[in-house]
């Protein structure tokens, strides 16, 4: 691991070169802005990287949102025999060339980066010897540099967990940095789980039941990994991961937009809020009951019967016709009387009939 160590330290490094050039030497808002600056381009560095692999893994997510239905038709084939159930997903995976860890490719390979930024900045502190201030490709005055530098007045090297007498080698509050790292570790679990969150939200729960089991790890097990574990990192560390959840955020955006999953995909997963248990009680409600139905049917009948005066066939009709507007033949028309005077319609009409 000492080679990743050194890496990491030469890009941080590197970068806190450039930021120093550009930023002036004294802090602004009580920050050392060049060594948050170092952190977050040690981020952006690893995933420029790392890029086209991520560009596999969306490849890989993609074709196993494609064989879903193969997945289903698996499944229901071989229910109850689980070990006939994996041979075929195995040979399913090998016929369509699907990689199915390749999805977690990208984190696992960012986890040496953030395990030797860990080590690196635990390495940072005060009254080390000067062959342990050289480790590691840095120099004195850099090592020195590291350990003073600061954000909002607490120092990137120092954790929530840190010690009264730790921190009084640092010089640093312990109500500043508890406070500091409480919100970083806010924000890193509020970010992990977004991260999360968007890709189900857009795909849905997958149908198969290692793949839920996955989805729900990623989306529950993670954030609480960083809540459990966040009071112990330094708060450089949670710089680097608050950073990486944004860029990952970013970056889902964008291609989940650009190259939405397949319409194959989005069919045979369950939606990610209330599931189909949602969708049922969504389709039930739609169906009125009660009051509200018997509310709904007049207000049909009312519509039809308007519909049918718009169209000149309502009920107030003259005698001897249908609603309809056709003569009823059911009923046919009186004879006047011998001896009747004609009748004249401009003078009466039927009621002259009747008299007559």
């Known amino acids: 691991m000492a080679g990743i160590y050194w890496l990491i330290s030469k890009v ?24 948050v600056l170092a952190i977050v381009f040690l981020v952006i560095t690893v995933r ?20 879903q239905p193969k997945m289903k038709e698996l499944q229901d084939k071989h229910k109850g025999d689980r070990e006939t159930l994996q041979k075929e997903v195995m040979k399913l995976y090998q016929e369509e060339k699907v990689n199915p860890l390749m999805g977690c490719l990208p984190m696992f390979l960012q986890i040496p980066v953030f395990i030797g930024l860990l080590h690196v900045l635990r390495h940072l502190r005060p009254g080390m010897s000067d062959h342990s201030m050289e480790l590691y490709g840095w120099t004195k005055d850099e090592f020195l540099s590291a350990v003073d530098a600061r954000l909002f007045d607490a120092p990137i090297v120092a954790k929530f967990s ?20 409480a919100c970083l570790v806010a924000l890193m679990i509020t970010t992990t789980y977004l991260t999360q969150r968007q890709m189900i939200k857009k795909t849905g729960w997958n149908t198969d039941p290692q793949q839920r089991m ?20 330094p708060i450089g560390v949670i710089i680097y991961w608050v950073t990486n959840n944004a860029i990952t955020l970013g970056q889902q955006y964008w291609v989940l937009h650009k190259y939405p999953p397949p319409a194959s995909a989005t069919t045979n997963t369950t939606p990610f809020k209330g599931g189909a248990g ?3 009680k969504a389709g039930e409600a739609k169906q009125p009951s009660g009051l509200g139905a018997l509310f709904s049917r007049a207000r049909e009948e009312a519509a039809a019967q308007a519909q049918q005066r718009t169209n000149g066939k309502g009920p107030a009709k003259a005698a001897g016709t249908k609603a ?18 004609p009748i004249n319609p401009k003078k009466g009409g039927a009621a002259k009939r009747q008299s007559g």
């Open 278 to 280: 949602a969708a049922k």
């Open 12 to 35: 941080m490094l590197f970068w806190h070169t450039v930021w120093d050039s550009i930023l002036p030497d004294h802090r602004v808002l009580s920050t050392n802005w060049q060594w």
């Open 214 to 233: 996955i989805q729900k790890f990623m989306l529950y097990g993670i954030p609480f990994f960083t809540l459990t574990s966040g009071w112990y990192f």
């Open 162 to 181: 840190s010690s009264t007498a730790e921190l009084l080698k640092i010089d640093a509050s312990s109500t500043t940095v508890k406070i500091v790292a």
């Open 324 to 341: 309809t507007g056709t003569p009823d033949t059911a009923a046919p028309s009186r004879a006047p009387k011998p001896g009747a005077k």
């Open 48 to 67: 420029v990287v790392l890029f086209p692999i991520f560009v596999k893994q969306i490849k890989s997510q993609r074709a196993m949102q494609a064989i």
